[in-house]
Structures are given as C-alpha cells and as structure tokens.
C-alpha cells in the first residue's frame, strides 16, 4: 500500500478536511434556514451532534439535566459482537414522550441519534449504533417536559486472532 | 619513511573500503539465503506473511545504505521460512493427531 | 534471537508428541471412508454440545451463545444481507448480453440447487464449486468472470443459498478414486497447522467452538459451510467461502493461495459432505 | 434505480409496527480509506415518516449510526392500507423517498 507521505498529501489532506467541514456547515445553513419554516422543533440539533462528551450533548439538545428513571428499560448486549453494528433499543412506561436519544459516551461525538415522539406514537425505538470502545450507553427520554435516563455498559473489542 | 606512509595510508584506505564493501557483500549473502529458503516454503504452500514482510523489511534497508539493519532483517526472514517449511513437513503426518476418528 | 529459537523448540517437541500419538494409529487409518469420517465428525458434536439441537449447529456461532443469538434475533428481523439478496435475484433474471441467464447453466434453473455443491465433476476430475460454476457460467456466455471475494460473487450465490433454505446440505462423492483423493486432501488441509501462529482450522472450530476469540465467539467446524455467504459486520459487507478462507489464513499469518485453489475446493468439499443432512441456512449474518 | 429504503409497515389492532432498513454508507469522516486518505464524513441526518400528513417519527442522527441504518418503531392511529411516506437527506445534499403501504 503505498503512501504519498510528504508534503503533497498532508496539504491535500488538509484542504480535503477543510472542504468537508465547510460543506457541512454549509450544507446545513440553508438546511436549517428552510426548516425553520416548518415545525420549529423539527430543526436538526448540529450544535448537540457536535458535543464530545455526554453532559454537553445533553445540554445542547434539551437545555436540562436528567435524572435515573427505573421506567426507562434500556435493552443492550453486554458483549458487542461487532462495535460497527450494536442493537440497542430502548422503551418506557413513562407517559405524554416527545423526545428520546441515544448517546454513547466514549464515541469522539458522544450524540449518537435523537428521535421526536409525535402524539399517538408508542415511545419504543430499536436501532443498530456504532460504538467505537467499550462504553456506557445512555438512553434519555423527555416525558411531559422532564428528562428521564437510563444507562447500560458495553463492551467492545475487535474480533479475530489478529493476522 | 615516506613511503612506507603512503603504504600505510592505501592499505588503511583499502580496508576500510572492504570493511564497507563487505557488509554489502553479506547483506547479498544473506538476503540470497533468505529468499532461496522463502522459495522453498512458497513451493511447499506453506509461505508465512512475516516471512514476506521481513524480505522487503530487508530489501528496504538495504536500499538506505543500512546494511547491518537489513542482513539482520535478512537472517530472521530466512529463520522464519526454514520455520515454516519445517512446519510444513512435520505437519505431514502431525495433522492426523488432530483427526475426529 | 531468543524468541526464534524458542519457537524452533517449541514446535521440534510438539512434533514430537504429536509422532509418538500418531504412531500406533497410522496403520489403521489407510484406507479413507468418508462414510465414517462424517457420522464420527457429526458425533464429535452432538456429544461435545448435547443441548444444541443438530440443525441450530449451522447457526455458527449463536448456536453457542445466548447472548449473541439474541442480538443475532434482532437483525434476521431485517438483515444487512437484504440488499445483496435482491441484487442477487435481479442478477440471477438479467440476460447476459447472449440473451441467456444463469438458469440456463443450473439444473432446475438454479433454483434451490445450492445444497448440492460443491460436487466432483468426474470428467473434469475435480471439485466444484458453486462460485466456480458461476463464473464459468459467465465465461461461457462471452461475459468476464467476477472476483470471487467481491459482492457481485456474494450477491448471486446468496440468492442461490436463499432459494435452498432449509434444504438439507446433500453432497455426494461418487466411487472415483479422484474423488476419495479430492476428500482427503479437504481433510488433511482442515487439520493441518499452518501460519506463524500455527494453528489449522480445527484448532480453532474443533478444539474451541463457543469460546471467545477477543469479542467474536468461534463457530462449530459442522455445518460452517451451510450459511455461506456471510454478510460479517466486521468487513461491513458480504463474504463468499473463498473470502472467509483468504481471510482466515491471514490471521494466522499465513500466505493464502489463490481463491478457488484446489486445497481450498477440496477443503470445502470435505466440510460439506460432512454437514449432509443439515440444513442450508444461506445468507447468513455474522459478526 | 430501487429506492434505498426498505420499509415493513404492519398493521394488528390499532397499533402499526413500522421497521426501515436504508441502503447508505454512513461514513463517519474519521476513517482512512487503503491508500490512508480521510473519507469525507458522508451520513443521513434527518429520517422522517409521514403518515395522513402529519410526522409520526423524526430521526436526527449522527456519526455514530451504523452502516445501512436499521430502526424500528409503532405508532397508533393508522389501519390497514393507509399510506406511509419515508424520506431522508444526507449532509452532502443527498436524499430519497419512498411511500408504503401498511399491510
């Protein structure tokens, strides 16, 4: 596999990662420009996506602390298989949900997904997530304004003997 | 007095450019050493991915003038492929110790 | 240094050993039965694991692990390998460019026939497999043959596999001494150590299925062949047979042959005849 | 071309079961490609399921969703037949849509 070590590729690499950071700026300027219009909680949280760690991501997305709710059941393996495809689901006897999100805390960006509840929508959701070591796994459900957690630890290894 | 000087001065340079020359010369030695065993390996299907990364760990050394990195390089790829044809003709009859019977 | 020579030592006495154990059993084992050979690979099994139900053993590793089956459960509700199955079947009713398709190559149009291979051509005098067969399909009619590790290949042998669900695995060897030679030679490659880390196949799936290998949980030797091809997690994608093999001798630091090689053939052959009576479980997802 | 969008929507009682399956890469922007290049961080961000005009589910993801994205979810209300749109868009501008029917 050959490298293009030296200046050429590092000066490529930084314009590359300079382009894709714009575009995502960019492309979610009008993005939420135009969202605005329609419902206003329906604007994509690029601030809480942005947080590394946990607490951040929880204040940029609600603006509030949770606390540990036993009605929040947060279903996980113990042992991932595979740290690219983990099903994680969560549901909740709590009533009136709007809100529910996954964050795994030891990702580079600890906000992995954020569902909206609409009225008359069962508040249970299963996914498959990417955990990139072992970690503890949070779920959090805003029910009638108040935020509920749930957490769960995974672990994470690579597979194989190596090669 | 001069001139025996002068000899001493050629000798020395002499040797010193044998010196180097030499461990070029080694670093071929081993290398060809290396590579007929790894041959022999690949012939019996039984060639090792360390073996191969350690001939071009060596060759690369070689090609930076670091001879004495790459005969060592050299003479663990051979000491790996003479393990893995040992390996590989010891395995012959070894397998059917593992046989479900 | 040090390390090197211990390794000489080590694997000169495991030779060793393994001569004195093999002794007293090389005369009886000249003559090959595969016969026997399966029903003694089958018990090896079902009395090393007697709470697992024979057909589960296909299911690989999750037949050996609860929580793993679990989360297994939960994709088969919607399977990654659900875009290479549709992609297989749209394949399998495009016309190549000679208006024939792959049903003109297959007996009962391809459908449901995967259970049947591989199978020893007696012309030919070897072992075929399926994704051999398809690509000399393709040949066949003018197209050019595709990579056997890529997705295409595992695109079209998953649909095959879908078609035989449930179908116990049927291989037959016919009386061919070429035959006899072709399981033989699967056996001894299964059980013969190689790589720097000098392990064969049965160290890992005779010796110590369901124990864990870092985070993946190893898969029983029988009916390892029944849910091929995979879609693994860990490539993110689909693996053909010749894919998983490749793949396993690198991690064991050894050199792989060319896909389609004969050990790898014949090794698949050895494998399958000694599922027989197992259900396909193709596509299969794995780790 | 195929929609990228698998959907299952299932009706019993009064309760619709809805799974989605999406064909996409997912990228996360922080994995090198084989000649060791950043891939660009290419990844749905809104997934939405529209039923009798109104949004019954939103999904904002991010980075850390997995490849050809899965999720499952139910909701009340709707009953055999009615129809339910799916839509997505990507942070590249990227987006599809599909309708299904509920079984």
């Known amino acids: 596999m050959t490298t293009t070590t030296g200046p050429v590729a590092t000066r490529r690499l930084i314009l590359q990662g300079a382009a894709s950071v714009a575009l995502l700026g960019l492309g979610n300027l009008p993005f939420t420009a135009t969202s605005a219009r329609a419902a206003a909680n329906d604007k994509y949280p690029e601030e809480a996506f942005k947080q590394k760690n946990e607490a951040d991501a929880i204040k940029a997305l609600y603006g509030k602390t949770a606390e540990p709710s036993d009605k929040v059941k947060l279903d996980a393996p113990e042992i991932a298989e595979n740290g690219g495809v983990v099903p994680v689901s969560v549901t909740t006897t709590l009533d009136k949900v709007s809100s529910i999100s996954f964050l795994v805390a030891e990702n580079p960006y600890a906000l992995a997904a954020s569902y909206k509840i609409a009225e008359g929508t069962i508040p249970a959701i299963a996914n498959r997530l990417k955990m990139a070591k072992s970690t503890k796994l949070v779920a959090i459900v805003e029910a009638d304004g108040k935020l509920y957690s749930a957490t769960k630890e995974v672990k994470v290894t690579v597979g194989g003997c190596g090669g | 007095m001069k001139r025996t000087l002068a000899l001493a001065m050629l000798l020395a340079l002499g040797l010193v450019a044998t010196a180097r020359a030499a461990t070029e010369a080694d670093y071929k030695a081993?290398?060809?050493?290396?590579?007929?065993?790894?041959?022999?390996?690949?012939?019996?299907?039984?060639?090792?991915?360390?073996?191969?990364?350690?001939?071009?760990?060596?060759?690369?050394?070689?090609?930076?003038?670091?001879?004495?990195?790459?005969?060592?390089?050299?003479?663990?790829?051979?000491?790996l492929a003479r393990a893995s044809i040992f390996q590989a003709t010891s395995e012959k009859e070894a397998w059917k110790a593992m046989e479900i019977r | 240094m040090k390390t090197r020579s211990a390794l000489l030592l080590g694997s000169l006495s495991a030779a060793l050993v393994a001569l004195a154990l093999t002794a007293p059993r090389v005369v009886a084992a000249d003559k090959v039965d595969p016969v026997a050979d399966a029903k003694a690979f089958q018990n090896f099994f079902f009395q090393k694991f007697p709470d697992v139900k024979h057909e589960d053993f296909v299911n690989g590793p999750y037949s050996m692990n609860a929580d793993l089956k679990r989360q297994w459960q939960e994709k088969e509700e919607f399977p990654p390998y659900e875009f290479a199955l549709e992609a297989g079947k749209e394949m399998f009713a495009t016309p190549f460019k000679n208006g024939k398709t792959y049903a003109d190559c297959f007996p009962n149009g391809g459908i449901g026939v995967r259970q049947n291979y591989p199978y020893f051509d007696t012309k030919e005098g070897k072992v075929i497999t399926l994704e051999l067969a398809l690509n000399r399909c393709r040949e066949a009619n003018g197209e050019a043959p595709y990579s056997y590790v890529k997705d295409e290949m595992a695109s079209l042998t998953a649909y095959m596999a879908y078609t035989s669900r449930g179908k116990p695995m049927d291989i037959k060897i016919p009386d061919d001494p070429r035959a006899l030679e072709a399981f033989e030679n699967g056996k001894r490659y299964f059980y013969t150590r190689r790589g720097q880390m000098n392990f064969s196949c049965a160290s890992c799936h005779v010796q110590s299925p369901g124990e864990r290998i870092r985070a993946e949980i190893l898969a029983p030797a029988l009916g390892i062949m029944n849910a091929m091809p995979i879609y693994r997690s860990e490539w993110s994608g689909m693996g053909t047979t010749s894919r998983r093999f490749v793949t396993c001798n690198s991690q064991t630091r050894a050199v792989p042959l060319e896909p389609q090689a004969d050990e790898y053939r014949d090794v698949e052959y050895f494998l399958s005849y000694v599922a027989n009576g197992l259900p396909i479980s193709g596509p299969g997802a794995r780790p | 071309m195929a929609s990228s969008i698998r959907v299952r929507a299932t009706s019993n009682g009064d309760i619709t079961e809805v799974q989605a399956l999406i064909q996409h890469p997912m990228d996360t922007g922080l994995v090198k490609d084989p000649k060791g290049e950043l891939i660009p961080a290419h990844y749905i961000q809104q997934l939405k399921f529209e039923w009798n005009g109104k949004d019954v589910f939103v999904a904002d993801w991010g980075t850390a969703v997995s490849k050809d994205p899965y999720v499952k979810f139910s909701f009340k209300g709707a009953k055999k037949g009615d129809e339910l749109k799916i839509s997505w868009t990507d942070n590249k501008g990227g987006s599809d849509t599909t309708t299904a029917k509920i079984a």
Do not use: C, H, P
């Not at chain 2, 060809?32 to 690369?60: H, I, P, Y």
């Open chain 2, 30 to 79: 081993a290398y060809t050493a290396a590579e007929a065993a790894s041959k022999e390996a690949a012939g019996l299907r039984n060639q090792w991915t360390v073996t191969v990364s350690m001939l071009a760990a060596a060759r690369k050394a070689a090609d930076s003038g670091d001879f004495d990195r790459a005969i060592a390089a050299a003479r663990e790829a051979e000491a």
